[in-house]
């Protein structure tokens, strides 16, 4: 069971950036980072392939938000630059295994590992 701890979340203003962080317990494959709104559903909003060679972002977040990782360490990042109101959520981060694919989705059943989130909210 791979344990998955986010971290980096925080309230600042539209225009600011955050870079959230999320270490596993062990070493991960696909991973990826979602987002979930009050009162909407969990949408993913960029994922990683394993070596880091593969990336896939969800449009709204596109040239602002920059997904990577540091296998040596366990850990995934997610850059966010340029926040806008609209990017206030809690961001979750998954991690697929060994047996899924290792191609970046932003489907939630790609993923089998989650973790408890990190709280963001921009304000305007």
């Known amino acids: 069971q791979v344990q998955l701890v986010e971290s980096g979340g925080g309230s600042v203003q539209a225009g600011s950036s955050l870079r959230l962080s999320c270490v596993a317990s062990?070493?991960?494959?696909?991973m990826g980072w979602f987002r979930q709104a009050p009162g909407k559903e969990r949408e993913g909003v960029a994922s990683i392939s394993t070596g880091g060679g593969r990336t896939l972002y969800a449009d709204s977040v596109k040239d602002r938000f920059t997904i990577s990782r540091d296998n040596a360490k366990n850990t995934v990042y997610l850059q966010m630059n340029t926040l806008k109101p609209e990017d206030t959520a809690m961001y979750y981060c998954a991690a697929g295994t060994i047996y899924t694919s290792d191609v970046p989705t932003l489907e939630l059943r790609g993923f089998n590992y989650w973790g408890q989130g990190t709280q963001v909210t921009v304000s305007s």
């Open positions: 062990e070493y991960t494959y696909l």
